[in-house]
């Protein structure tokens, strides 16, 4: 009898270990890599067309980009392993294929790591550029800082993105906010949705209240909803500096070089919902070590 206990007695520990075990293993099943962690890559996967870990290279990981130039850039602790250094004189210039979706983007979204320091007088910096072969200047698509008082205690962003048809068409937004922090770590999406034809920018996976309707500007101020973006001769990639500075001949002082970092950048071929951007957020987060 007593023999007969502890044979039960060993049989219920089994069991009771076992199912210990397959409720940790269905815990961890939740998870991508069964530790918490979430790749970000796997969110909005089918529409991200372009990704740059800067993980101590320029190597775009979507097309296998590299770049063409990348004079002066260097690499430091970044938020996800090393980030881009951006300095006086530093860009990564990168090539696009025939058959990139960015040559023809109707809508975007641009997520990234992002810290900079305040930008007083000149000059103004580039961040990120989808270039365009017949205009250096604007290009399709430009994200860049503007110039603001010394006494400013925030950054300001600036947007311009391109639609052409009947006649040149775009739009220039800039927006200023307290949360958009001087040199400070900051996840930022910032898009533009066709279908509402706005544009939104979220700061650590939460929107900014902005001004998000955009009309076209061959009407005017009081013009159509822009609508489809309609890119024209897209032809590079262009992260850090003023292209008629950096490939051309202009010399003008308020062109200048973004002296920031970025890291984990990516771009889609269409705005993101909401909960798509607050879990890109909750991944990026998952993947740090703190």
């Not at 007695?9 to 269905?26: A, D, K, R, V, Y």
């Not at 600036?158 to 307290?178: I, R």
């Not at 024209?232 to 490939?247: C, H, L, Q, Y």
Request: charged content about 25%; some cysteine; aromatic content about 10%.
């Amino acid at each position: 009898m007593k023999r007969l206990i502890m044979l039960g007695t060993s049989l219920l520990s089994i069991l009771l270990i076992s199912g210990l075990m397959l409720s940790s293993c269905s815990k961890d099943d939740d998870d991508d890599n069964g530790n918490g962690k979430v790749d970000p890559s796997t969110i909005a996967a089918d529409n991200l067309v372009a990704y740059f870990p800067f993980d101590g290279d320029a190597t775009e990981e979507i097309a296998s980009l590299t770049p063409t130039m990348s004079p002066n850039v260097t690499y430091v602790t970044g938020r996800r392993g090393q980030a881009y250094q951006g300095a006086n004189e530093a860009h990564l210039l990168y090539d696009l294929p025939a058959n990139s979706p960015m040559k023809s983007l109707t809508s975007f979204a641009v997520a990234m790591w992002f810290r900079s320091p305040l930008v007083t007088g000149d000059p103004e910096p580039t961040i990120f550029e989808i270039g365009k072969s017949d205009d250096l200047f604007w290009g399709n698509l430009k994200l860049a800082l503007n110039r603001l008082d010394a006494t400013a205690d925030s950054l300001q962003i600036k947007a311009f993105f391109l639609k052409t048809g009947a006649e040149w068409s775009g739009q220039h937004v800039s927006y200023s906010d307290p949360a958009f922090q001087i040199n400070m770590w900051m996840h930022l999406v910032i898009q533009y949705d066709e279908v509402t034809s706005k544009y939104t920018i979220y700061k650590d996976g939460v929107k900014i209240e902005t001004n998000e309707g955009v009309e076209d500007r061959k009407d005017g101020p009081d013009g159509d909803p822009l609508g489809p973006l309609s890119f024209a001769n897209a032809d590079v990639i262009n992260i850090g500096a003023w292209r008629p500075k950096s490939e051309g001949t202009a010399e003008d002082a308020w062109m200048g070089w973004f002296l920031g970092n970025l890291d984990e950048l990516r771009v889609y071929d269409r705005a993101l919902t909401a909960d798509e951007i607050k879990d890109l957020y909750d991944a990026e987060v998952s993947q740090m070590d703190f």
